[in-house]
């Protein structure tokens, strides 16, 4: 469904503007974006509830071993909620999932009709005000028809409210800007990273002043770094999680591609005060109490993970095979979506 994402072929870049643009393309009310004061997105190493993902369709289901494994290491720390559209579904992955030895314990089910397994783009974004927590559902349209205008959507665009029901959390439905959680990075103290080519591909009628207006109302950020530019064959149109990842609220790591996207976003990064790391693999981890799960690369596997233990030593490091996650589009991150602690 998606296609090959990190592909070292001829990269399409888009000219570095530091500057916003500031003119409207159409008019857009900003009085239909929330402004929530005080608040932020937790950052993902933060302590955390859970983690939820969507069970990969018979059209995925060469991702099943990956999720599996992906599963299997993070019931050991913290719960797992896995969405599945029927009954009958639910009690395939099961057999599977038993075929793979997964224990049952500490796998929550839930039925809800979905259209794809990439959580990360489709589930909801927390936002918390240091007393309160709620979920944001931003709208969500299949990548705005970049892997193909027959890609279904519409059940995925429900899920961070079904989930918000579940979790007896207020939810703010923002249907008027498209925004995937696999472009949102956020250090939880204030700063965002996020590509600007993916976000004017989803919202070409809106001025990056406005976008930023919009991010910093709605998330509560004060400083947004833009990344500009994305490899052709990326239909995310340059997601931020396959490129740049914090590790902690002063530090980044972003991939060692060697390509203008990711050495003009470390420049720029270095410029706002951050530490940069070049990383030499693909950022796409997910983090989580006491663990991260990485994409594994077979002849780089003990210097990534090296890496990672230097900036997470209190966690356990686990390099995954998500070759099968790359050639569908995405990666660990991409199918998970992690759920903070609820205040």
């Known amino acids: 469904m998606k296609k090959i994402l990190y592909s070292f072929i001829t990269i399409m870049m888009v000219t570095v503007i530091i500057a916003c643009e500031k003119e409207d ?44 494994e992906i599963i299997k290491i993070i019931r050991q720390y913290e719960p797992v909620h896995l969405i599945a559209n029927t009954e009958a579904e639910k009690a395939e992955a099961i057999q599977f999932l038993t075929k793979n030895n997964v224990p049952e314990e500490n796998i929550i089910w839930h039925i809800y009709s979905i259209d794809n397994c990439w959580l990360r783009d489709n589930g909801p974004v927390y936002v918390t005000d240091g007393s309160n927590t709620w979920i944001q559902n931003w709208k969500f349209d299949g990548w705005g028809s970049s892997f193909g205008g027959d890609i279904p959507y519409a059940n995925d665009n429900k899920i961070p409210s079904k989930i918000a029901d579940y979790l007896n959390l207020e939810v703010q439905d923002i249907q008027s800007y498209i925004l995937e959680k696999g472009n949102i990075e956020v250090n939880g103290a204030g700063t965002l990273l996020i590509n ?107 210097t990534l993970k090296t890496l990672l233990e230097t900036y997470f030593p209190d966690r356990d490091i686990y390099m995954v095979d998500g070759s099968e996650i790359a050639k569908n589009g995405g990666g660990i991150h991409c199918v998970t979506n992690d759920q903070p602690v609820i205040l």
């Open 196 to 302: 600007w080519s993916c976000q004017k591909h989803r919202n070409p009628h809106i001025s990056q002043e406005n976008q930023e207006t919009i991010l910093k109302n709605a998330l509560g950020v004060t400083k947004i770094i833009w990344a500009y530019g994305y490899w052709n064959d990326d239909g995310t149109v340059g997601h931020i999680d396959g490129t740049a990842r914090f590790v902690n609220e002063n530090t980044v790591f972003i991939a060692d591609y060697d390509s203008d996207l990711e050495n003009n976003l470390a420049r720029v990064c270095r410029d706002e005060g951050l530490e940069v790391i070049m990383y030499p693999g693909d950022p796409n981890w997910l983090v989580g109490n006491g663990f991260v799960v990485a994409m594994g690369d077979e002849e780089n596997n003990e």
């Open 25 to 68: 393309l159409t008019p857009f009310d900003l009085n239909n974006i929330p402004k929530n004061t005080n608040a932020r997105v937790p950052a993902e190493w933060e302590t955390r509830e859970a983690t939820w993902m969507q069970w990969p369709n018979e059209y995925d289901a060469g991702m099943r071993p990956a999720f599996a």
